[in-house]
Each structure stands twice: as structure tokens, then as C-alpha cells.
């Protein structure tokens, strides 16, 4: 940092600083309300960390009210304290704390959530249960790095690592953190910012009025602050005084600070006691001012200002934030310090004295050097007075609120919804064996072929797509029911799944779930296809499976073969195939339904897994089909759980995360996927089909718009001139990859879309929607 240039204040009679913000070609912040959540230590608590955060949300409360601060404190159970103000206390050691302090924050409706980290802080060996916590939050991430290490353990650096992972922006206060997240944790460049410790903003030079006030009037008065422990160097700063008071007898040498309660838990005051021994073996005892407590700020900073040099003598090279640090040089005081990373940073440029580490001799030439030579010592406090100018609280609450506002997503804006998606990204991803699977970016990667799931699914949309030349669509229709045709293994009764790009079979058998989506393909090919000749093809290859296959026994592909004959028996209601099909599903779900729920968990399962609305919209379909309203209403209410879960405290979509899987009755935020936005919408076609209730067209509306950025990260994810589609949402924004399941889930979600909003409903409802909802609680509870 280059010095700032010197005028002269002709109304006091002595140099200044010219101040230049760091922020002078920064736009200005807009006065748009921002809500945030605050989590970490908080005052009372005494420490570091509690004053910063308690810093943070007095200064943007005083420099930016238009930003509203939740604060969410770490508390220690077995000695709580009494928090004024707070939104509420997360218990620092138990797992369900953090895990219940994640929902309330959720449901909250913030708009950004800014946690300070710092590994002790948090419970768990190294902090770990951060990680589970910040995983179940939905807002964008603000992070406060108090400590980068550049030796990790290999546990502290897997924690680093996933919190980069999930943070839209990081806060570090030193170049040299910077560099560490940038080397050896994997964070983007683009996502730190370095931002100074936040000071105060006193007059320079009051040094005699405060020492009178202290009655300290005649002493050269030295000064460190902080709690007290062995990693202090404070040992190295008494055995200096000797050779300091040696020369200027008038030297005084204050320590500030509490022992750390978990040394007096440990071991009582032995430490201090150690050091007061030392200065009392050396002769200096009477050079020592101990004041064993841990200062409010005001106070603190009325101390800093009776001091002339404040020291930092510490052995550990890492540190690289120290609160009071910065408040000294804000202050005007010259410092002599170790080159710790803060210490390097803030005090380059003859700010301060930097000095060797575990040196009493060089302590005592450093203080000596300054004490002898006055006009030197005044000009070294003159340069840090200047340096202090750009990080006083204003500048500091400017860009701690530009950091948050960083982090929140962009205004999101869809298109008209008559506005029909392009193929060509179907296309792109699709040649004369099938659908690609998989893309690094938008381009095909060959590496992973194709599967029978995305080649269905392709067939469904190619059944229903409009603005395709008749001969195209065959074109690709056929190579897409091929694909469905080869894929059936008559041998051992199942359909295979995945294929390489050479042809060849991975497997001879595929998932269950694939197989289902498969039979659903060609129900909905019979019901939906232009072509009459591809419709009879598969209601062929349909009832060939059907007769066949082998038992299917996971939830979702059984719904999946029932949407599949509830499509074959909107064409022909007699079908008895079907209908059996259909009877034995139905009866299926509905017994999954009454061992699953409890009065809080209104659904089949303990889990949340991926489609989950097509067990919903099974039900409603089988009940439309067979005329049983218990099957209809059992599945609105279900489905009507499912989307309240999936709707955030804003009213965005936000659908269950793919990390949420396995997790009984709960689920994660992230990733989200096309796939649960399709599921939602054609669900909700469904239940309108069934009610013609508006609660599932605006539904629908709300997972449509999650395409276009009214997500969680803002993230636009659709192209409606190509049709294409990125791969779902992340903590960090939008999967850059385009793959076969995103491109056709945002396809199929169009046209179901339309049908819903510019159709009438396929069916007389079977009552009103209200009417099927109640006896299924009844049964059901």
C-alpha cells in the first residue's frame, strides 16, 4: 500500500492525511432492502469473534439501515448467556440445534445468510458440525474466513474445502488468505473479496488527554490488549523492559486483557501468575500495569488512545486478523509487531515496526529506536492515522453491505409463456443411435453414450412437440423408439439402460426405475403419437412388457408404469392390461401411503428422493382412470404436501435437493434439478385435470418460472431459442453442463404447461377438490 500523500491542517496546526477511499470508482450501493442473516459468537460472549460480529451488525445498522440484520448467536449451553436483540441462540455442540436453526432461517425468508468462521467456534472435532449446517441452508452464503491456515490438517482442510464449495462470497481480511483459498482450498478468484478489519473513527492525537484520564500523565505508555495465553509472546515483550526502562525509566507497559477462560478453566490464573513472577525476577514489575479484564469496545478504544507504541510481540505467523491491530493503527499508534500475516499487510510501507519473532532484543530496539526519537515515533503514528483512514467503520459497512448484496441473485425475468422452446439443443444432443446422455458445457460428450431413460423421454416429447415438419419428427421419433426397442431384453424380461457410444450394452438388465419410464413412454406414444403407425408400435411393444416383465418393486417406477397405463386407458378405457396394472399400483401406493405418513410427514416414504410428485400424480391418474375418488384424494393431498415443501418463505420454487437423498424426514436444499421442476408441473396438470382447482396453475407457474432464475441463487438455467437447459442449481448458481434430462425436463415441462394454462381441464372434475381431500385425511391419518 503506497503511502498516502500529506496536507496540512492549517485549523489544528499539524499534518493529515489527505483520505481516499478504496471505494472512490465503485458504483454506489443501491437503497434496496436487504434482510441478512448473521451467524456467529455475539456479545456478551468475550472474544475476538463475538466483538466482530457484534461490529458488523451495529455498523450496518447505523451506516446502512436499509439492510436488516438477524442475528443468530452461538451459545454455549452449559453457560448461556443473555443475548439482547437477537433473532435467536444456536446451541454451539448439538447437531439438532444447528439443524432446526437452518429450518428457522429458511422459513425466514432472508436473503442472504453471512456466517463467520473461525474452526473453534463451532462443534465437532475442528468445527465440523458447520458443514451439515451450511448444507441445509437455502440462501446464498457469505462467508467470514478469520482463519486461512496454509498447513491444514487433512480434516481442517475438507471442511475449508466444502464450505468454498458452498459459498456465493467470501470475506478474508488479509492478501495473503486470498491467495491461500485461491492455492490450496480451490475458491474462484472471483468470489473473495479482501476487505480490511473495520476501525474506529477517532481524532488524531489525543494521547495526553486519555493518559490524564488514566492518571498516566509523564509516561511513555506501551500497550498490548487481548486475552491472555502462552500464544501471545507476552513473555518476550516483559524480558524486553528491562533494556526499555533502562533508558526511559518513565516506560509503562500495560497489559490488557482477561486470561482465555479455557486456560482458567484449565489451569486457574497460573499463567498469569508465571508472567507477574517473571516481571518480578527481572525487576520490572513496577513497569507493569496488568487490568485483568476484557474490555467493552469504547473503553478499549479510550485505552489504545493513552497508549503511545501498542505491541503485538506474537510467535504464531499465521494470524491473519487482529481486531485491535487495526483499531491501533486506525488510532494514530505506532506499533511494533511480529511479521504476522495481518501484522505484514496492514503495517507495509513504514506503518509500523516489524521485528523477528521470539526476540526480547529486538522488542526492546524497536521501542528503544521510537521512545529516542520523538519526532520519528510522531511521524510513524501520523502514517498509521492515515492508513486507518480506509478501513473506519463507514468504509467498512460500505463494503461489507456491497459484499452481501453480491451474493443475492439477479431479478429474474421469463419469458412470455406462449414462447416455445427451440429443438435445436435436442437435436445437437442426438444422432442416429439416440439421445446423447451427458455434455461438458453445451457440447455432447460421447464418453458416457446414452440410456434408456433420456431416449423415453425424448420419444414422450417428440409425441407432443409442436413447429416440427412432419418428416423430421418421424425421423427423429424413430431413432428414439429404437433406441426403446433394442433396449428390451426379452431374455431376461427387462429393458437395459445404459449403452456406450460404440452400441454396445453396459448392462443386460436396467434399473427398475428405467424400466418404468420406459413402459411409460409407450403408453403415453399410443395415447399422444401424431403417427398412427408409431402409436400401434407402441401399444405392441407395450403389452409385450407388460406380460412379461418381471415384477417392478421401487415406488417410483411403479408409478411410472401406471402413468404409463393410465395414458393407454385414456384411449381405450377397456384395455384390461391396464386396468389390472393400474388396480395393483393404486392399492401399492396407497399401502406405502398409510405405513409412511405421520401427522407431520404426509407422504409414502421416510425419504424424499428424486420425482417424487409422479407418486402423487400416479394416485390421482389411477383414481381419474377407475373411478376411485379415495386413490384421487389421497393423492392431491399428498401432492398438495409435496409442493408446500417445496416452496420457499419468498413463494420460489426450491425443490427438493439431490444431497437430500436417504435423509429420513428431512431434506437438503442443493442441487436442484430440471427434473423435479418438470415433475411439479406435470403433476399439477394432473390435479387440475382432476379439480380444476387455479392452486395447481399457479403452481405450476411458480416451478416454470424456477427455469428462469426465480431460484435460489437466481440462476437461469432455460434458453427458449434453443431449447436448451443447464443442469439444475448449486450453492455457487447454475451447472454450466447441458445435459439429455435437463434439456428435455424444461421441454416436457412447456408443453405440459400450455395444456394447463390454455386447455380446458381433459375431465369433468370428479367432485369439488375439497370434497376428495377430506375423506382421504380421514382414512389416511
Request: aromatic content about 8%; glycine content about 8%; hydrophobic content about 40%.
Amino acid at each position: 500500500m503506497a503511502h498516502l500523500p500529506l496536507s496540512h491542517d492549517f485549523q489544528n496546526g499539524r499534518e493529515t492525511a489527505d483520505v481516499h477511499s478504496i471505494f472512490d470508482g465503485l458504483p454506489p450501493l443501491t437503497s434496496e432492502p436487504m434482510r441478512l442473516a448473521l451467524i456467529g459468537n455475539f456479545a456478551p460472549r468475550k472474544c475476538g469473534i463475538a466483538t466482530f460480529t457484534t461490529d458488523i451488525f451495529e455498523k450496518l445498522r447505523d451506516h446502512h439501515p436499509e439492510i436488516e440484520v438477524d442475528v443468530h448467536a452461538l451459545d454455549d449451553p452449559t453457560a448461556p448467556l443473555e443475548y439482547a436483540g437477537v433473532a435467536g441462540t444456536i446451541a454451539w455442540n448439538d447437531p439438532e440445534a444447528y439443524a432446526a436453526a437452518a429450518r428457522r432461517i429458511n422459513e425466514s425468508g432472508v436473503d442472504a445468510v453471512w456466517l463467520q468462521h473461525e474452526y473453534g467456534i463451532f462443534g465437532g472435532a475442528d468445527g465440523q458440525m458447520v458443514l451439515d449446517f451450511v448444507d441445509r441452508l437455502a440462501a446464498p452464503l457469505v462467508l467470514t474466513l478469520h482463519t486461512v491456515l496454509s498447513e491444514p490438517s487433512e480434516r481442517q482442510s475438507n471442511i475449508l474445502r466444502h464450505l468454498v464449495t458452498r459459498a456465493s462470497r467470501i470475506m478474508v481480511m488479509s492478501r495473503h488468505s486470498q491467495g491461500l483459498l485461491e492455492q490450496i482450498y480451490g475458491a474462484p478468484a472471483r468470489i473473495i473479496e479482501v476487505i480490511d478489519h473495520g476501525a474506529p473513527d477517532r481524532p488524531f492525537g489525543r494521547q495526553e488527554e486519555f493518559k490524564a484520564r488514566l492518571g498516566l500523565t509523564g509516561r511513555k505508555v506501551l500497550m498490548t490488549f487481548g486475552l491472555l495465553g502462552p500464544g501471545k509472546g507476552l513473555e518476550h515483550a516483559i524480558r524486553a523492559l528491562p533494556a526499555i526502562v533502562e533508558r526511559h525509566p518513565e516506560a509503562l507497559y500495560r497489559i490488557v486483557g482477561a486470561t482465555h477462560p479455557n486456560l482458567v478453566a484449565r489451569d486457574g490464573e497460573a499463567y498469569r501468575d508465571k508472567l507477574a513472577g517473571l516481571a518480578q525476577e527481572l525487576g520490572v514489575a513496577r513497569h507493569i500495569a496488568w487490568d485483568n479484564r476484557f474490555l467493552d469496545t469504547p473503553e478499549l478504544l479510550d485505552q489504545l488512545e493513552a497508549c503511545d507504541i501498542y505491541l503485538t510481540p506474537y510467535p504464531g505467523l499465521q494470524q491473519s486478523t487482529s481486531g485491535t491491530l487495526s483499531y491501533a493503527v486506525a488510532l494514530g499508534k505506532a506499533v511494533v509487531s511480529t511479521p504476522y500475516v495481518h501484522a505484514r499487510e496492514l503495517l507495509a510501507q513504514d506503518v509500523g515496526s516489524l521485528i523477528e519473532p521470539n526476540s526480547s532484543e529486538a522488542i526492546a530496539g524497536a521501542v528503544n529506536a521510537l521512545l529516542d526519537a520523538p519526532s520519528e515515533m510522531a511521524a510513524m503514528q501520523r502514517r498509521a492515522y492515515a492508513r486507518g483512514r480506509e478501513t473506519i467503520w463507514p468504509r467498512f459497512a460500505d463494503a461489507t453491505a456491497r459484499l452481501a448484496a453480491a451474493a443475492l441473485p439477479a431479478e429474474p425475468e421469463a419469458p412470455p409463456l406462449t414462447a416455445t422452446p427451440g429443438l435445436s439443443a435436442v437435436l445437437a444432443m442426438s444422432d442416429g443411435t439416440g439421445m446423447l446422455q451427458h455434455s461438458i458445457g453445451v457440447v455432447p460428450d460421447r464418453r458416457h453414450g446414452y440410456c434408456l431413460d433420456d431416449n423415453a423421454r425424448a420419444l414422450m416429447l417428440l409425441n407432443v412437440a409442436h413447429g416440427l415438419p412432419a418428416a423430421e419428427r418421424m425421423k427423429w421419433s424413430l431413432a428414439y423408439a429404437a433406441f426403446v426397442q433394442s433396449a428390451w431384453n426379452p431374455d431376461l424380461k427387462r429393458f437395459r439402460n445404459f449403452m456406450r457410444f460404440d452400441r454396445s450394452w453396459c448392462e443386460d438388465e436396467g434399473s427398475e426405475d428405467s424400466n418404468g419410464r420406459a413402459v411409460w413412454a409407450l403408453g403415453q406414444t399410443y395415447e399422444r403419437a401424431p403417427d398412427d403407425g408409431l402409436a400401434q408400435w407402441g401399444l405392441h411393444l407395450y403389452e409385450e412388457v407388460l406380460k412379461t416383465i418381471v415384477p417392478l418393486g421401487s415406488p417410483r417406477a411403479i408409478a411410472f408404469t401406471m402413468l404409463g397405463a393410465c395414458a393407454v386407458l385414456r384411449r381405450d378405457p377397456g384395455h384390461a392390461l391396464s386396468r389390472k396394472l393400474v388396480e395393483n399400483g393404486g392399492d401399492f401406493l396407497m399401502r406405502l401411503l398409510g405405513e409412511g405418513r405421520r401427522p407431520d410427514w404426509a407422504w409414502f416414504e421416510t425419504v424424499l428422493g428424486y420425482d417424487n410428485p409422479r407418486l402423487s400424480q400416479a394416485l390421482i391418474e389411477a383414481g381419474m382412470a377407475l373411478g376411485r375418488e379415495d386413490w384421487t384424494g389421497a393423492g392431491l393431498e399428498t401432492l398438495q404436501w409435496i409442493c408446500e415443501q417445496q416452496l420457499s418463505a419468498k413463494g420460489q420454487f426450491r425443490p427438493i435437493g439431490s444431497e437430500s437423498f436417504h435423509r429420513e424426514h428431512g431434506y437438503l436444499p442443493f442441487d436442484q434439478q430440471p427434473l423435479e421442476a418438470q415433475a411439479a408441473i406435470e403433476a399439477a396438470q394432473s390435479a387440475w385435470n382432476a379439480t380444476s382447482g387455479a392452486f395447481w396453475r399457479e403452481h405450476a407457474l411458480v416451478a416454470w418460472r424456477w427455469f428462469f432464475g426465480d431460484n435460489d441463487r437466481g440462476a437461469v438455467l432455460a434458453e427458449v431459442a434453443t431449447g436448451r437447459c443447464r443442469d439444475g442449481v448449486t450453492p455457487r448458481g447454475g451447472n454450466a453442463n447441458c445435459g439429455a434430462e435437463s434439456i428435455l425436463a424444461f421441454q416436457l415441462s412447456h408443453y405440459a404447461l400450455m395444456k394447463l394454462v390454455h386447455e380446458p381441464s381433459t375431465t369433468a372434475p370428479l367432485s369439488r377438490e375439497g370434497d376428495l381431500l377430506e375423506p382421504a385425511r380421514e382414512r389416511l391419518v
